[in-house]
């Protein structure tokens, strides 16, 4: 293809790509500065002198969120969380989407089911309600008020189904004259074609059972059971300097609330930045034919 390459047509990528740039720089930025805070000193960073880079480097705000046994002890629940909620969240919207994908001929009630899913995505309970009935079922300080509740991501099932239906049908027609069943086609045609909204949903799911901290505040009453990131929202705050040591009074001097705030930040951004580089192949391929509905 030969590309009529013109002085107007330089000059719109030209702007294009100083656009995206500067977007980028606006969005690392934050990050950045974030991690030059974290590693600055408590005075350096109330000055305001911290800009790009860390003033007095000091590790005492990771030091203090790591000397504490407390703080593996979140960390674990939270793996637990992600493991135990990931899991969930793709065989439940496997299993959900599949049936949903198929023709109302195949499944008679598919869209009275379609219709109900999309509600509840809309309108919920609220907050009251949800939390009698977690408490109901006796599930209060366990890592199952954690994952339950949360089973059924309503846009991962809706983003999946879609994807199915982009699946051609002569794989259905195929299947069927092998003698293939429906757990079958799931299994051996349908997932393994769907791996890049596979790996979407699979992102979506870890990263809001990592960043979630709210539910871990209100449906854990103890400590120990808290995930990371309701331990980490609850540090500052639970701070009790009755019965420190003197050495632990310095450690405490040379915090602030900005330096342990950003340290917080970096903890937690960084296993998700660790893992988004190999599913990242996959995101934007999945998200954009798993939302296209034919």
């Known amino acids: 293809m030969v590309r009529n390459v013109t002085l107007m047509s330089r000059t719109a990528d030209t702007i294009i790509i100083a656009i995206l740039v500067i977007s980028s720089l606006l969005c690392i930025f934050p990050i950045w500065y974030t991690i030059a805070v974290s590693f600055s000193d408590k005075a350096a960073v109330a000055a305001g002198m911290v800009t790009f880079w860390p003033v007095d480097f000091t590790l005492s ?78 599930l209060l300080d366990t890592i199952w008020a954690l994952v339950l509740p949360t089973a059924v991501p309503v846009f991962n099932v809706i983003l999946l189904v879609n994807y199915f239906r982009s699946i051609p049908k002569d794989m259905d027609e195929a299947g069927m004259m092998d003698g293939a069943g429906p757990w079958y086609m799931l299994i051996k045609i349908y997932l393994p ?81 660790v893992v988004y580089p190999f599913l990242q192949r996959f995101f934007i391929h999945g998200i954009m034919l798993g939302s296209v509905k034919e």
């Open 61 to 138: 705000s990771y030091k203090k969120i790591l000397q504490e046994q407390a703080f593996f002890t979140a960390f674990g629940v939270l793996l637990k969380r992600v493991i135990l909620g990931g899991i969930i969240n793709f065989v439940v919207c496997a299993m959900m989407a599949y049936p949903l994908s198929r023709t109302p001929e195949q499944f008679r009630f598919r869209n009275v089911y379609m219709w109900f899913i999309v509600f509840t995505m809309l309108f919920s309970g609220g907050l009251i309600p949800w939390f009698v009935t977690i408490k109901s079922y006796g």
């Open 193 to 273: 074609l769907s791996v890049p909204v596979l790996a979407t949903i699979t992102l979506f799911s870890i990263v809001g059972h990592w960043n979630s901290f709210f539910d871990g505040l209100i449906l854990m009453n103890k400590q120990e059971n808290y995930p990371l990131q309701t331990y980490i929202q609850q540090l500052v705050v639970q701070i009790n300097t009755d019965n420190m040591t003197t050495e632990e009074l310095r450690q405490m001097a040379q915090l602030s609330n900005k330096t342990l705030n950003a340290a917080k930040i970096v903890i937690s951004m960084l296993p998700i930045l």
